[in-house]
């Protein structure tokens, strides 16, 4: 099976900027998009009980804890829509970009051990471990080697 991205990078500067929100559920449906700035926006606020930029909202009677994230500098947060699920070719289209978006849990602050905190950090030791060393820190480190081994002994 198949997957092909149907945008060209210049898309990314003209298409809509989105307000997104992870939730901790799973929705069911085709139906017209809900009235979110209506119906749960509105009852967003600060829960500053839990801590500085923690928000507070409910869904369906459970209670909702979240914070606000933005994208790491040097990405572009993008949204895609398959255009047709039941084919083998499956086609992904762009349909919007958001810079940040707010991620919610119902049983706990959100931390530093929620996933997508996790993948952030996963994502600066990647660009850690990618990034090219000069010839003097390679060196540097060669001698500061030696000098414990040397210190071992």
Not at 13 to 32: F, S, V
Not at 113 to 127: K, N, S
């Amino acid at each position: 099976m198949s997957i092909t991205l149907d945008f060209d990078v210049k898309q990314l500067a003209n298409k809509r900027q989105l307000e997104l929100h992870y939730l901790p559920a799973k929705i069911n449906g085709d139906g017209e998009c809900a009235n979110v700035d209506k119906y749960f926006n509105n009852y967003t606020r600060e829960a500053s009980d839990y801590g500085t930029g923690v928000l507070t909202n409910a869904l369906r009677g459970y209670p909702l804890l979240g914070k606000r994230e933005a994208v790491p500098k040097g990405y572009k947060g993008v949204v895609l829509q398959e255009t047709d699920p039941h084919q083998a070719q499956r086609q992904l289209r762009l349909t919007g970009t958001f810079e940040e978006f707010t991620y919610w849990n119902y049983d706990k602050v959100p931390s530093k051990g929620d996933g997508y905190q996790q993948a952030m950090t996963m994502l600066q030791v990647a660009e850690a471990l990618a990034a090219p060393i000069g010839e003097a820190e390679l060196e540097e480190e060669l001698k500061r080697q030696q000098q414990a081994k040397k210190e071992n002994l």
